[in-house]
């Protein structure tokens, strides 16, 4: 069995010996003794960023102070993106206890299960939090998806994760709110290799070639953000985001069970399937059509912080991540939501699979300037 690297060059299969990250990422890098880049750089992130019992928390509380300092006079000290998920839910609900006065918003891009919905709700009403969904206007959304449908790159999620953040920056600089409390964590999110998720690097320059090359759409009602913007944000709104589950010592499993117990949350499935388009593409397109099998990355994950044993998790690697039935039903369904044939739907699911080094992109420069705020910008005052 042999996969090709991103060179080029075919290279033989290998798996990680300490996580079980493999060649299905084409720039995977393994030491003499089989270790992979991956799991190494995200232990040396872990250690740099470590959870200290006490300490962080007493960090956290520092934060806390300012942010209500700033809030001062306002009608919100933060605002919290929720999806319905666990990250989410369990960051607002942190809020309500440290008695941060949060705005919570939900990006509503048409895909979202009732369960997640629901989620979100029963929560707000729950934590008494004001909640705002920012609806996207469906058919120039549909379109601009659409595009990425058609052009077979891997990075579905590009326009939904970059009018998520567009749409959280543009109600907290309406709202003059200074922080954006997010759920993003390194337990479980650690590792992620980048021909996977380059989505998260919201490269505008990707994002228009193929909206113009695959759509007849002119974006206009779909808020968008590229660095300029985000810099623009960063620096003359002086919006900070803060990660609160980093502050604390984070067990998802746990947050669930007291979600659930306490807060009348209900399970949605695996990690982001609060969204149905998420879960068809993580769980499915993205295992058929790229051989990327996102649960490795989560579990690989969860071996470095000693969650699971490697045994175990490739245990879990011996299921498939889906069910045909459901399947046949989730693409009538998808097909119908672009408004396309189950016909159409296959065809562009057949096409050659791409990444993002198939399209123009910004990512060295991203790359640069993200080095450059990390180095001199991006301190842990608030």
């Known amino acids: ?24 990422d084409p720039d995977i890098i393994f030491d003499q003794q089989g270790v992979c880049n991956h799991c190494s750089s995200f232990i040396e992130r872990l250690q740099s960023r470590q959870y200290v019992k006490g300490e962080s928390e007493a960090q956290w509380e520092q ?17 919290v993106g929720i999806s319905g998920g666990v990250d989410s839910c369990y960051t607002a609900w942190l809020c309500k206890q440290h008695g941060l006065r949060a705005l919570l918003i939900h990006m509503d ?40 449908l058609k052009s077979s790159s891997v990075d579905l999620e590009m326009p939904t994760d970059v009018a998520i953040l567009a749409s959280i920056y543009e109600v907290a600089a309406k709202h003059k709110i ?36 695959y759509s ?13 913007k985000e810099s623009y944000y960063r620096f003359i709104h002086r919006i900070k985001t803060l990660y609160i589950l980093n502050y604390i010592d984070y067990d998802k499993d746990a947050a669930k069970r007291y979600l659930m117990e306490h807060l009348h949350w209900k399970d949605y499935g695996g990690k982001h399937h609060e969204s149905k388009i998420t879960a068809f593409w993580q769980g499915y397109v993205m295992y058929e059509k790229f051989h990327m099998d996102y649960r490795k990355a989560i579990l690989s994950s969860q071996i470095c912080l000693g969650q ?34 189950t ?33 001199y910008l991006n301190k842990k005052r608030v």
């Open 178 to 213: 200074k922080y954006i409390i997010s759920g993003g964590n390194l337990s479980s999110e650690g590792i992620l290799p980048l021909h996977w998720g380059y989505h998260g690097y919201k490269d505008m320059k990707m994002y228009n070639h193929i909206v113009k090359k």
């Open 109 to 148: 891009n048409g895909w979202d299960t009732e369960i997640a919905v629901n989620n979100i709700k029963t929560l707000a009403k729950t934590l008494e939090f004001d909640y705002m969904s920012y609806v996207l206007d469906w058919e120039e959304f549909r379109d601009i998806q659409l595009a990425f």
């Open 308 to 341: 699971i044993s490697r045994e175990g998790a490739l245990a879990k690697l011996e299921e498939r991540p889906f069910d045909d039935e459901k399947i046949k039903e989730d693409k009538k369904y998808i097909a119908k939501k672009f408004g396309i044939t």
């Open 343 to 375: 016909e159409e739907l296959e065809s562009y699911l057949q096409l050659p699979p791409k990444t993002y080094t198939d399209f123009p992109n910004n990512k060295k420069f991203i790359e640069f300037c993200y080095s450059l705020y990390n180095k």
């Open 216 to 228: 007849k759409t002119r974006i206009k009602k779909v808020p968008v953000i590229g660095l300029m």
């Open 1 to 24: 069995m042999s996969s090709e690297g991103s060179s080029g060059v075919k290279r033989s299969y290998q798996q990680c010996t300490r996580c079980i990250m493999d060649t299905s």
């Open 63 to 79: 934060f806390v102070k300012v942010i209500k300092k700033h809030g001062e006079g306002k009608q919100y000290d933060c605002i």
